[in-house]
């Protein structure tokens, strides 16, 4: 396993990181869940995943109890807030005192003395930006977090962040979590290019689509108990899967073939050529797929592989 910079933040975190969105505290029982989780820690990950809104802090919960069995200062995990843990009017956003109570809460769940990085899981049009960086160097000064991140906030979003922090001399953002994968690049134009500037790196999520790149709908069928087949996920797939994306993972897998490589470790190592990402984030229901997906750390794609991966994704 290969160890990158988050952003420009001397925190070393591994190119495969373990998320568990729609996998721990739901799809997947606890006690696989924890065979999965160690199989990466022997694989060398020390970067995890998890939010308050997974299954409304079960994720929490699963991903914490086994981690557990290791020393704390030897994993790097996380958690965010945005999203409604209840129904009242302050039970969502990133206003003080849904941030606070919050992460209070996470860490509670999660029986640690501190998270290591926190992410404001989406922007919130209600509440001040300054009000929310604010509310996070607080719980920074008190050690209950160590590093600040936000997810899919626009190049603008992350801009202004930027400007209230050093304004107001708050702690700065280093790590953006995006969607990234070959069939979705919207960063590379503007937020990578802004993130680089100011010292942010990206920690990419579904890096292979829902599981389109890794070749099990070929065809165009969604077998049943895929991540394709599960209701929050099948309308993505749908979505993404059409004539034209079969085409290219046809050819895909054709130059994963030549490479004596798997169409996931070919995706994953494509990712990993961008110097901005820190992390690609992968989902795995059982340690069999965590063991293929960090094989890709260890694979760098020539520049002639990546301009044929390039000719193919440009049809």
Not at 154 to 176: C, F, G, M, P, T
Not at 284 to 307: C, D, G, K, W, Y
């Amino acid at each position: 396993m290969k160890y990158r910079r988050l952003g420009r933040s001397g925190l070393k975190v591994s190119e495969i990181s373990l998320g568990s969105w729609l996998t721990f505290g739901k799809t997947v029982n606890e006690e696989m869940a924890k065979k999965t989780i160690h199989r990466a820690y022997e694989l060398g990950v020390n970067f995890f995943d998890s939010a308050n809104v997974y299954e409304k802090g079960e994720g929490e919960k699963i991903l914490s109890s086994a981690l557990k069995e290791f020393p704390r200062e030897s994993y790097v995990i996380t958690t965010k807030a945005f999203g409604a843990m209840g129904d009242g009017p302050n039970d969502k956003g990133l206003s003080r005192k849904h941030v606070i109570e919050q992460v209070h809460n996470s860490l509670k769940r999660m029986n640690l003395d501190y998270v290591d990085v926190f992410y404001c899981h989406r922007y919130d049009q209600e509440t001040p930006v300054e009000e929310t960086l604010r509310a996070i160097d607080d719980l920074i000064r008190q050690g209950k977090i160590l590093y600040v991140g936000v997810s899919e906030w626009s190049a603008a979003q992350i801009l202004e962040a930027v400007s209230i922090a050093d304004k107001y001399l708050l702690d700065r953002i280093i790590v953006n979590q995006p969607q990234y994968n070959m069939f979705h690049r919207d960063i590379e134009d503007e937020i990578i290019p802004v993130c680089e500037k100011h010292g942010i790196g990206q920690v990419v999520f579904s890096p292979l689509a829902q599981g389109v790149l890794t070749g099990k709908y070929k065809g165009g069928s969604i077998p049943q108990g895929s991540r394709g087949a599960n209701t929050q996920v099948n309308s993505w797939v749908k979505k993404i899967i059409n004539d034209i994306v079969l085409t290219k993972l046809d050819r895909l897998e054709a130059v994963a073939d030549s490479l004596d490589i798997t169409l996931s470790e070919l995706a994953l190592s494509w990712i990993l050529r961008q110097h901005n990402v820190s992390s690609t984030l992968v989902g795995a229901s059982n340690p069999e797929q965590i063991e293929t997906n960090v094989r890709a750390s260890e694979i760098t794609l020539s520049f002639e592989t990546i301009h044929r991966i390039e000719e193919i994704l440009a049809i």
